[in-house]
């Protein structure tokens, strides 16, 4: 399969896209277009987060648990005192949760191409994107979750085209791993219900920010 350096340029190309879309189209400042670029670029490793083991998969996570704390930020702030002091206290904790809890949770928890190489997976993370990059501005918060997007996109069609190869020249043959990144349904019941829950949820939400009057009407009426 591509290895860590392939997938990490595939997400590069597709955040600098991004980037560059956006602060064409829509005047994004440089650099809310360097946080997209480092979105697709995360997105690019996104799926690997269910490896068993490695150095990729630690600096994955050494990435994730820097930009989640910064992400949920904008949105702990409002509700509590955020002097200098609770940051100190803030981003190490969620620094160690992540990689101390959360990563030995995920690794044993998952298995490596499951239910994170799949479509679902790529909408669930750009969705999550969207929600905590909203505060920020709708324009960023599209362009952040679209870069996020395409970098797990990317890492999926990168995956499947590794699944075939060319005999003789001419004859495309398929791997026994083809089907398992571009997927809608996992081989795990449990994985693949969590999964799609977790997509209704943060679905729920997203269409409840971005229409707000939809919800109520659906229940009340006109």
């Known amino acids: 399969m591509p290895d860590f350096n392939i997938h990490l340029t595939a997400g ?4 600098t896209a991004m980037a560059t879309a956006g602060f064409i ?20 490793l996104l799926p690997d987060i269910d490896s ?9 996570f050494q990435l994730v648990s820097v930009l989640i704390p910064i992400l949920v930020y904008p949105h702990v702030k409002p509700g509590l005192v955020t002097d200098i002091t609770f ?59 679209l870069s996020v997007f395409c970098g797990c996109l990317s890492h999926l069609i990168l995956d499947e085209l590794h699944a075939m190869s060319l005999k003789f020249g001419f004859i495309v043959v398929v791997k026994r791993s083809s089907g398992s990144a571009l997927k809608l ?31 109520p009407f659906l229940f009340t009426g006109p």
């Open 87 to 145: 940051q100190l206290c803030y981003f190490p904790i969620f620094y160690l949760f992540i990689n101390y809890l959360a990563c030995p949770m995920v690794k044993k928890m998952t298995r490596h191409r499951g239910m994170m190489h799949s479509l679902p997976f790529a909408f669930l993370s750009a969705e999550a994107a969207y929600i905590l990059l909203d505060s920020s501005g709708k324009f960023i918060a599209f362009y952040g979750s």
């Open 52 to 60: 068993d083991s490695g150095k990729p998969l630690a600096l994955l």
């Open 185 to 215: 349904v996992g081989n795990d019941i449990f994985s693949t219900f969590v999964t799609y829950s977790l997509l209704l949820l943060f679905s729920t939400a997203l269409v409840t920010r971005l229409f707000p009057d939809l919800i």
């Open 12 to 15: 590069v190309l597709t955040g």
């Open 25 to 44: 189209g829509h005047d994004l400042d440089p650099i809310q277009a360097g946080a997209v670029l480092i979105l697709g670029a995360t997105g690019g």
